[in-house]
Nanobody, 121 residues
């Protein structure tokens, strides 16, 4: 019914940049907040950044000033521009969104399958 597809992960050297994308598709009526989470090996999943339907954003302290989250509501797509990447940014990055589908009166959370980001020389 709803599918979130992430792309843009890969291997990058420290100091480099990557841009992640998350496209939502399906019988979507309204998308509320969208966010990026990450999970490094042996660690819990953590919030990286999120953006409201109105464009308000918040970031984890560890990525402030380096990462920028944005969204294109017309395309149901969210982005994460990651600059000045560090080895500690290595993780699987997951897209999360709270949205409402047609025919339902309430919204629900959906997750993408994850995209691997490796920062290494």
């Amino acid at each position: 019914q709803v599918q979130l597809v992430e792309s843009g992960g890969g291997l990058v050297q420290p100091g480099g940049s990557l841009r992640l994308s998350c496209a939502a598709s399906g019988t979507i009526f309204r998308i509320n907040v969208m966010g990026w989470y990450r999970q490094a090996p042996g660690k819990q999943r953590e919030l990286v950044a999120r953006i409201s339907s109105g464009g308000g954003t918040n970031y984890a302290d560890s990525v402030k000033g380096r990462f920028t989250i944005s969204r294109d509501n017309a395309k149901n797509t969210m982005y994460l521009q990651m600059n000045s990447l560090k080895p500690e940014d290595t993780a699987v990055y997951y897209c999360n969104t709270n949205l409402q589908v047609y025919g339902r009166s309430s919204s629900a959370d959906y997750w993408g399958q994850g995209t691997q980001v490796v920062v290494s020389s």
